[in-house]
């Protein structure tokens, strides 16, 4: 089956900062890439996504990137703030009903 | 707005109770998840369902049990807990495949002692 990757585990950046976080994925089928954001204490929304026939998605200050060939895509956020900080998770799906999850990312950022 | 329920958001058991955790949507959709999350491990799958009295195992089956009698509502069972199953457990719902995404619930800690 499917298995993402996710890196880093914890990201600590600094207010107005720029944070990336980064997946891979293994199977050359999937489509479709979405990104989840769990503030704490709360659960899993999904933020934005991306389907393989696009190569970047931007929405205010996140964008997602991806590539193909290499079977790698990220989340950028720009100019951080404090209400950013959260766990995000990113996911791959080959079309089917499910998701398959990377670790999730930490990211604190510093007033 | 999407409403996933969970029947509880912190629940306390002894090892080797049998203990069920309920999850409802009030949209009608097809598909219901249950994940287990943890620490640098991410959301795992236990189970999904398609359609009522349907299932299918997902990456950690092993110690659980699902049971989807109705469509709106999807139960997790730990027919014997056990202490490494104290977990925080996230139900979800879809309409149908994955781009049309997935909602989640408010989540369920679980502590076995």
């Known amino acids: 089956g499917e298995n993402v990757e996710q890196h880093p585990s914890t990201l600590s950046v600094q207010e107005g900062d720029s944070a990336v976080i980064k997946c891979t994925y293994s199977?050359?089928?999937?489509?479709?890439f979405p990104w989840y954001k769990q503030e704490l204490g709360k659960r899993p929304q999904l933020i934005i996504d991306i389907r393989s026939n696009v190569g970047e998605k931007k929405d205010q200050r996140i964008a997602v990137t991806l590539n193909k060939t290499a079977k790698h895509f990220s989340l950028h956020i720009t100019e951080t703030q404090p209400e950013d900080s959260a766990v995000y998770f990113c996911a791959a799906s080959t079309g089917a009903n499910n998701l398959f999850f990377g670790t999730g990312t930490r990211l604190t950022v510093i007033p | 707005d999407v409403k996933v329920t969970q029947s509880s958001r912190y629940l306390v058991k002894r090892t080797g109770e049998k203990v069920f955790l309920e999850c409802v949507q009030d949209?009608?959709?097809?598909?219901m998840f249950w994940y287990r999350q943890d620490p640098g491990l991410g959301l795992r799958l236990i189970y999904f369902s398609y359609d009522v009295k349907m299932k299918e195992k997902g990456d950690i089956p092993e110690g659980y049990s699902v049971s989807r009698e109705k469509k709106e509502r999807f139960s997790l069972i730990l027919e014997s807990a056990s202490t490494n199953q104290t977990s925080m457990y996230l139900c979800a719902s879809s309409p149908g495949t994955a781009e049309l995404g997935q909602y989640f619930g408010p989540g369920t800690r679980l502590t076995v002692t």
């Open positions: 949209m009608d959709h097809e598909n």
């Open positions: 199977d050359s089928a999937s489509n479709y």
